[in-house]
């Protein structure tokens, strides 16, 4: 592909004068290939094939920043939604039920979250998750428990639960959930303004290739890693919209889609 | 909220209620976000303002999201300050009516008729 200097120029502009930056890149990551039903093996799996899908994640990031002169603001992660990697041994069963093994439980699997998201090097990792628009499993259940003592005891862990689906409709039992986990997470951070609670989205019809946190997770969907590009406009909006003609209207800008002077 | 300074001060003249912001999120944007209420708002009303902005991605086929945080300690009128990209916030009024006999119901909601299509 050859670029015109024109268009190079007016790249240039925008990154310079306009406020263009790319806002972030995320890597979503499948964990399905790390459950196991011995608790430990899977942390293990889960922390193993984070590490090395993301290695080089905010090298690569930096790289691109000081290569081009493209401002990359955030480099985050988002992973398959943890209860469905987890619900092999957070089962309902009752080794389970009984509590397995001390540490055994779903904040194993946040604590190792933080672990590896602080090994690559990442802003943040999305995917403390469980989608219970239609009911909830054991595991969901444990995991959405959970997010309180998860997001407080982490920080760079972002936890999201999809209740609601215009198919499946709105889950109420799961909604009441959502909003203990909210006040908890808040409470048990009452000396940073209850600040835990920001890592938490609570979502009706949840895109399962959602990038943007804290609300991001890897959905079944999606191929085994991917890397999303979030790009941010609103400086130069802004620039097509300067002060003397904000008393235009709308109309000339906007009549075929394309922006007039 | 607390990621736009306008929207923060918009808050703060109350201009932009919270009732406001859940009916934009009908037409425009994917519902509340970074929005700082008082720290003893109960289990149940937050329950009953998800319950709410939920009912509004079901029926309008789109995707909605709440993200809310009860600021311990805190009254309306007064703000949050939560640092670096996430910025400050004002404590935004909830109403104190109840909800509990509603949310407290629990089970599901069914989708509208539009949900059978497929």
Redesign the interface.
């Known amino acids: 592909m050859i670029f015109s200097p024109f268009e190079i120029a007016e790249t240039l502009r925008m990154f310079t004068e306009e406020n263009l930056d790319v806002r972030t890149i995320t890597m979503g990551i499948n964990l399905l290939d790390c459950a196991d039903s011995d608790a430990r093996r899977a942390a293990s799996r889960v922390y193993d094939k984070i590490t090395r899908s993301a290695a080089r994640l905010t090298e690569v990031g930096n790289q691109i920043e000081a290569e081009l002169g493209v401002p990359i603001i955030n480099k985050r992660i988002s992973v398959t939604p943890i209860s469905m990697v987890a619900g092999a041994c957070l089962d309902g069963s009752a080794r389970a039920a009984a509590g397995g093994r001390a540490g055994d439980g779903p904040m194993l699997f946040a604590e190792t979250l933080e672990r590896a998201a602080q090994e690559v090097g990442v802003d943040f990792l999305g995917g403390f998750s469980a989608l219970v628009h239609r009911g909830l499993t054991p595991a969901d259940e444990r995991i959405i428990r959970a997010i309180p003592a998860a997001l407080a005891s982490t920080d760079k862990v972002c936890a999201s639960l999809n209740v609601a689906s215009s198919r499946a409709g709105i889950n109420m039992d799961a909604v009441q959930l959502a909003a203990g986990a909210m006040k908890e997470a808040a409470d048990r951070t009452r000396d940073r303004g209850g600040f835990a609670a920001s890592r938490l989205v609570t979502f009706a019809n949840a895109p399962e290739d959602n990038p943007f946190m804290a609300g991001a997770f890897h959905g079944p969907g999606n191929p085994d890693t991917v890397v999303h590009v979030g790009v941010s406009g609103p400086g130069v909006v802004q620039r097509q919209l300067p002060a003397g003609e904000r008393r235009r209207g709308y109309g000339p800008r906007c009549r075929d889609g394309r922006t007039h002077a | 909220m607390s990621e736009d300074e306008a929207m923060a001060r918009a808050a703060e003249m109350g201009v932009l209620t919270l009732e406001k912001l859940e009916a934009m999120t009908a037409i425009c944007s994917v519902g509340l976000d ?1 929005i ?1 209420v008082p ?1 003893d ?1 109960s ?2 009303t ?2 009953g303002i ?2 709410d ?7 309008n ?14 009254i309306a009128g007064e703000w ?3 640092g670096g ?2 910025g400050r916030a004002p404590i935004m009024p909830v109403s104190r009516a109840s909800c509990t006999g509603f ?10 008729v ?2 059978f299509r497929n």
């Open positions: 970074m700082a720290g708002t289990v149940d937050l329950a998800i319950a902005e939920m009912a509004i991605g079901v029926m086929h789109k995707t909605t999201a709440v993200r809310i945080i009860p600021v311990p300690g805190k949050v300050e939560f990209l996430l949310v407290r119901r629990g089970g599901i909601i069914p989708a509208p539009t949900g």
